[in-house]
């Protein structure tokens, strides 16, 4: 079974550019969260999908993000325009549907590097 | 959030037992710990989790305290494929289920 994919892998774009990155998850995976990584800090949480609805989105920066997930499968996380602190690796997770009793493992993607210079 | 402790770093001799010790005073009736790790250039992967019991798997062991204010992942015997930075976190499937991320422990294996 394929885990977690995401694309690029690397991505180096000028300041002001825009860059779309995708995640796929896990097929059967109604769980969709990002995270990112900035050079330095922790792993934060950005945004979590239940199929295609925002569950939470409160760990979005600002409005130069923006996430989809239009069908409940892939998701992008664009960024527009982008800056020089957005630069960080960005890890795309999934995870099936739970009950509130239950509590399952989230697979992560190898994530993608963006370097805003 | 519910907050975790851990030690920045640890070292290990290879193939010995590793103790890995997490702090989590503030913890809630309904917070699973789950323990992940990060290899180098690679995403976060699942190791294991618990809510009261004492958790085995073909990974690690995962002793929780009778309190659940503390926690201690267990590497049987650690090879130099487990060097790492381990993550404990908190998570509450009644609060949407994502992870907040500690600064972790690094984790050295000696040969």
């Known amino acids: 079974e394929a885990g977690v994919t995401q694309f690029p892998s690397h991505s180096v774009i000028e300041k002001g550019q825009t860059v779309t990155l995708r995640c796929d998850p896990i097929?059967?995976?109604?769980?969709l969260y990002w995270y990112r990584r900035v050079m330095g800090k922790e792993i934060k949480f950005l945004l979590h999908?239940?199929?295609?609805?925002?569950?939470?989105e409160s760990g979005m920066p600002n409005n130069r993000f923006l996430a989809e997930r239009t069908g409940g499968t892939y998701s992008t996380l664009k960024v527009q325009p982008a800056e020089l602190e957005d630069s960080g690796v960005y890890f795309c997770?999934?995870?099936?549907?739970?009950?509130?009793?239950?509590?399952?493992?989230?697979?992560f993607g190898q994530g993608t590097r963006l370097t805003v210079v | 959030d519910a907050k975790t402790t851990q030690p920045n770093s640890m070292e290990s001799n290879e193939e010995e037992p590793v103790h890995l010790p997490c702090n989590h005073s503030?913890?809630?009736?309904?917070?699973?710990i789950h323990w992940y790790r990060q290899l180098p250039s690679q995403g976060p992967e699942y190791v294991i989790h618990?809510?009261?019991s004492n958790v085995n798997n073909r990974m690690a062991s995962l002793a929780i305290a009778e309190d659940r204010k503390s926690s201690t992942l267990i590497l049987h015997r650690a090879t130099l494929r487990d060097a790492a930075v381990y993550y404990c976190?908190?998570?509450?499937?009644?609060?949407?289920?994502?992870?907040?991320f500690g600064t972790g422990t690094s984790l050295t294996v000696i040969p």
């Open positions: 997770a999934s995870s099936l549907r739970t009950g509130r009793s239950r509590n399952t493992e989230a697979f």
């Open positions: 976190i908190l998570r509450n499937p009644n609060t949407g289920n994502q992870f907040y």
């Open positions: 097929s059967g995976h109604d769980n």
């Open positions: 999908f239940v199929k295609e609805s925002k569950q939470d």
């Open positions: 618990g809510l009261t």
């Open positions: 503030t913890i809630s009736g309904t917070d699973y």
